[in-house]
């Protein structure tokens, strides 16, 4: 049924939709509502049965749908940023274990400095943890990620992120299509799981494994992504006849058939570079943009096909590997490896930095007049001005205090000359 709905409320109840059984919630904005909602859905009944658990972190909002998920139920939880580090143990242990739970990730900044706005330097820390990672790009793709995230989950007994950016998504209000309990349950089958701890046929979960077999235990969790792979464009195709409307799948692509130049994103940006991308149609730039909405498995050969006959690709991500450059780029790269494809790495969007149509097009024509370099790193917006006074102050020597107080008050946002 379509309302006016917070995309948190929104999908609170959608999962709710989904049937899980025990619900372990630790709060950190900005998923906070998400699981508030939860609780206020299993207060009044209306999820039930369901046992919500208030737990004490998010190592145990973690550890709890772990040892949820191995008596066989249908388990669920949320986090965002340093949330999502302090269960990262966790984290790896549920994916080594084969464990399907469900995980929102309303993507948020990690620290130092604090910041509690938009980006995807979270779960992109957690890329390689055995975890699928599922990208909304709008709240209702939030929302029908998560009913097919259950289900994939459930097929390939793996664990699913469902990643939504965090306030741009999680705290936007706006018309959505929350499915109904008849929809969800027609698509989505009771949870039968593959491995289970029941005390009338002892079994261990979880038990030490030497060299003699973990080379084994390893790749047949790489076996099941693949599996993951080839599912998710299947459970997408079922959705949308089911459902009525496309919701996930691999990748979005969005007039690339003749594009030149094509801008690759994740999350919610691509609906601002769909914006821009109409509008230089319109002045006859051939360029185009791809989505990728799963990004662990990595969608390689699909990948390939969408930017292969393009001259130039520039990846626009909202996360860097400090020291190193882009990390969606270089996933791009791979994919594109022994192709005639200029990548090109941009950085946007730390820390909640809007992505403005303005900054995109100056970005856009730098790239299309070949003033971004390939293999450097561009940051877009950036201050170089605001940077060269702190490095300056390195450069003096002595005691030059924390760059991020430093930088507040060259900004004016710290008053000069306060203690």
């Known amino acids: 049924m379509r309302s006016q709905l917070e995309g948190s409320q929104a999908v609170a109840r959608t999962v709710a939709r989904c049937r899980p059984e025990v619900v372990s919630a630790y709060p950190i904005s900005p998923q906070t509502h998400i699981v508030e909602g939860l609780s206020d859905l299993v207060r009044t009944g209306e999820l039930a049965p369901c046992e919500y658990l208030l737990v004490e972190s998010e190592f145990a909002a973690m550890s709890a749908a772990i040892g949820a998920s191995a008596t066989g139920a249908r388990a669920y939880t949320a986090t965002a940023s340093q949330g999502l580090l302090y269960m990262a143990e966790a984290v790896y242990n549920a994916a080594g274990l084969g464990l399907p739970i469900v995980m929102t990730v309303a993507n948020r900044a990690i620290g130092a400095p604090i910041n509690i706005w938009n980006d995807h330097s979270d779960t992109m820390s957690q890329r390689d943890c055995g975890w699928i990672q599922l990208y909304a790009d709008s709240n209702q793709e939030a929302v029908d990620l998560h009913v097919q995230a259950f289900r994939l989950a459930e097929e390939v007994s793996l664990?699913?992120?469902?990643?939504?950016?965090?306030?741009?998504?999680?705290h936007a209000v706006e018309e959505i299509d929350v499915p109904e309990q008849e929809q969800v349950d027609a698509f989505l089958p009771p949870f039968e799981p593959r491995q289970v701890l029941d005390p009338d046929d002892p079994v261990t979960i979880g038990a030490m494994v030497g060299p003699e077999a973990f080379t084994e235990v390893k790749y047949l969790m790489h076996a099941k992504q693949m599996q993951a792979l080839d599912l998710i464009p299947e459970i997408a195709a079922e959705f949308s006849q089911a459902f009525g409307r496309s919701a996930g799948g691999l990748l979005?692509?969005?007039r690339t058939s003749d594009a030149e130049t094509i801008v690759v994103v994740l999350g919610s940006v691509l609906g601002t570079v769909?914006?821009?991308?109409?509008?230089?149609?319109?002045?006859?730039?051939?360029?185009?943009?791809?989505?990728?909405?799963?990004?662990?498995?990595?969608?390689?050969?699909?990948?390939?096909?969408?930017?292969?006959?393009?001259?130039?690709?520039?990846v626009l991500e909202k996360a860097f590997a400090v020291g190193v450059g882009g990390i969606v780029g270089q996933n791009v790269r791979l994919a594109l490896s022994g192709l005639p494809v200029e990548v090109l790495d941009v950085v946007a969007g730390l820390g909640g930095r809007a992505i403005t149509k303005r900054s995109l097009h100056g970005l856009l024509a730098d790239a299309l007049?070949?003033?971004?370099?390939?293999?450097?790193?561009?940051?877009?917006?950036?201050?170089?001005?605001?940077v060269g006074r702190e490095l300056a102050r390195m450069g003096r020597g002595g005691r030059t205090g924390p760059h991020a107080e430093n930088i507040l008050r060259d900004v004016g946002a710290v008053a000069a000359g306060s203690h």
Do not use: N, S
Not at 293 to 305: A, I, K, T
């Open 369 to 386: 007049e070949g003033r971004l370099e390939e293999g450097r790193l561009t940051f877009l917006d950036l201050d170089r001005e605001l």
């Open 274 to 314: 769909e914006e821009v991308v109409d509008e230089l149609r319109e002045q006859g730039v051939r360029i185009g943009a791809v989505g990728i909405r799963c990004f662990r498995p990595y969608p390689l050969d699909e990948l390939r096909e969408a930017l292969g006959q393009a001259r130039r690709v520039v």
């Open 252 to 254: 979005r692509q969005y």
């Open 159 to 170: 664990p699913v992120m469902v990643c939504m950016d965090g306030f741009v998504l999680t």
